[in-house]
């Protein structure tokens, strides 16, 4: 079993800074991509950004320029430094991650959301 603990989220004002943090822990033999996903009310689930275990990153245009993920493979860990926050960064932000229990087992598992809110 793999779990996912989350951290850093709250509230901030537009044109501030937030980093959120997620750990992983447990049966783990390797971990392929990690990301962040947000969902905000009446709006679909929208991925964030994601990295793959070699580092290529991925982003969703709305944040280019303004977040940052990173992995720390030793920690089995994913940083995303958000910037330049604004008001429609608003979300429920969660980690998910791209898992190997075994050399044959593969499984997606999520974090419990951390809730980000920008004012205006």
């Known amino acids: 079993q793999v779990q996912l603990v989350e951290s850093g989220g709250g509230l901030v004002q537009a044109g501030g800074s937030l980093r959120l943090s997620c750990a992983a822990s447990?049966?783990?033999?390797?971990?392929?991509?990690m990301g962040w996903y947000r969902q905000a009310p009446g709006k679909h689930r929208e991925l964030v950004a994601d990295?793959?275990?070699?580092?290529?990153?991925n982003y969703v245009d709305s944040v280019k320029g303004r977040f940052t993920i990173s992995r720390d493979n030793a920690k089995n860990t994913v940083i995303l430094q958000m910037s330049s926050l604004k008001p429609e960064d608003t979300a429920v932000y969660s980690c998910?991650?791209?898992?190997?229990?075994?050399?044959?087992?593969?499984?997606?598992?999520w974090g419990q959301g951390t809730q980000v809110t920008v004012s205006s």
């Open positions: 998910n991650v791209d898992v190997m229990i075994t050399r044959w087992e593969r499984r997606d598992v």
């Open positions: 447990g049966s783990i033999f390797s971990i392929n991509a």
């Open positions: 990295i793959t275990s070699g580092g290529t990153t």
